[in-house]
C-alpha cells in the first residue's frame, strides 16, 4: 500500500512545480508566478483526471461480474490517488492566494504581508471553496478507508465506474482557464462548454442511476426495486456523493445558459435619447 501512496505524493506535486518553473523560466514564456501557479495546478488535474478515467475504464470493462471480479488497479490507483486529494487542497489555496494578491490586497510596500491578511486570505479561501475542501478531505478520510478496508475486495467494478466521474475535469480546467484569460467569447470556450456539460452529466449525474441499474440486471431487480433492496447505509452514501454533483451541475447549468443565451443588441442613440 505504500508504494503507491509515495509515488502520488512524488508525482503530482512534482508535476505541479515542472509545470510551473518551465513556464515562468522558458525563454519563450516567462509568465508570472501567479498565471504559472494557476495554470499548472489545473494541467495537474487535468491530468489526474485523465489517470483516473483511464484506470476506471480498464477496471469497469475488465469485470464481467460487477461484484466478484477484481482488478489490480482498483485498489493501487485509489492509493496512488490519495495524495493528490491532499495535494490539490493546497494547490487550490496556492491559486487562491494568487488571486487575491493580482486584486491589489498585498501589502503597501509589495513586502510580505501581516499574519492577520494570511488569516483573512485563508478564511476566504475556505468560504468560497468550502464544498470542494470538504470534498477532498471526505475522499481521504472516508472513501479511501472504505475502499481499502470495508470492501474488502468485492465491487470493483462499481469503483472503476466512479473512477471515470472524473472525465469531466479537463473541460472543467480548461474552462476555468478560458475565463481566466477573458476568453468567455471564443468559440473554444463555447464548444468546451457543451462537452463540460455532456460530459459532467452522463459521468457524474447520471453515473449513480447507472449503477442502480448494473446492480438491478446482475440481481433480476427492476431500477425502481434496487433501493428497497441494499442496505439503507449505501443508498446513504450514494445519496452524500451525489448531493454536490448536482449543485456543480446546477452551476455549470446556470453558466451554459449565459454562455448560449443571446445578447440583447445595445440601445440606438435614438432610444438612448428617449
Not at 103 to 125: F, L, N
Not at 136 to 146: E, K, S, T
Not at 220 to 228: N, R
Request: charge should be positive.
Amino acid at each position: 500500500m505504500l508504494t503507491p501512496m509515495v509515488a502520488g505524493g512524488v508525482v503530482f506535486p512534482g508535476l505541479f512545480l515542472l509545470s510551473k518553473n518551465t513556464l515562468q523560466r522558458l525563454p519563450q514564456l516567462r509568465w508570472e508566478e501567479a498565471d504559472a501557479v494557476i495554470v499548472s495546478a489545473r494541467l495537474v488535474s487535468s491530468v489526474q483526471a485523465i489517470m483516473a478515467s483511464t484506470a476506471g475504464y480498464i477496471v469497469s470493462t475488465s469485470c464481467k461480474h460487477i461484484i466478484d471480479d477484481q482488478h489490480w488497479l482498483s485498489s493501487a490507483y485509489t492509493q496512488f490517488a490519495v495524495p493528490y486529494f491532499i495535494y490539490d487542497i493546497y494547490a487550490m489555496f496556492l491559486c487562491h492566494w494568487h488571486k487575491h494578491q493580482v486584486k491589489g490586497h498585498g501589502g503597501d510596500d509589495g513586502g510580505p504581508r501581516a499574519p492577520g491578511s494570511m488569516w483573512a486570505v485563508a478564511r476566504g479561501y475556505l468560504h468560497k471553496e468550502f464544498l470542494m475542501v470538504l470534498h477532498h478531505a471526505v475522499m481521504v478520510l472516508v472513501c479511501f478507508p472504505l475502499s481499502v478496508v470495508w470492501r474488502q475486495g468485492k465491487g470493483d467494478f462499481f469503483l472503476g465506474c466512479m473512477l471515470m466521474a472524473e472525465v469531466s475535469t479537463p473541460f472543467v480546467c480548461l474552462g476555468k482557464i478560458l475565463i481566466q484569460y477573458k476568453q468567455q467569447h471564443t468559440l473554444l470556450h463555447k464548444v468546451n462548454g457543451a462537452l463540460m456539460l455532456l460530459s459532467f452529466l452522463c459521468c457524474r449525474v447520471l453515473l449513480f442511476p447507472y449503477l442502480y441499474w448494473a446492480y438491478g440486471r446482475h440481481a433480476g431487480l427492476p431500477l425502481l426495486a434496487v433501493p428497497l433492496a441494499i442496505p439503507a447505509h449505501v443508498n446513504l452514501g450514494a445519496a452524500l456523493l451525489l448531493a454536490p454533483q448536482l449543485y456543480w451541475f446546477f452551476l455549470i447549468c446556470r453558466g451554459a445558459c449565459r454562455l448560449f443565451r443571446p445578447r440583447s443588441p445595445p440601445p440606438s442613440p435614438c432610444q438612448a435619447q428617449d
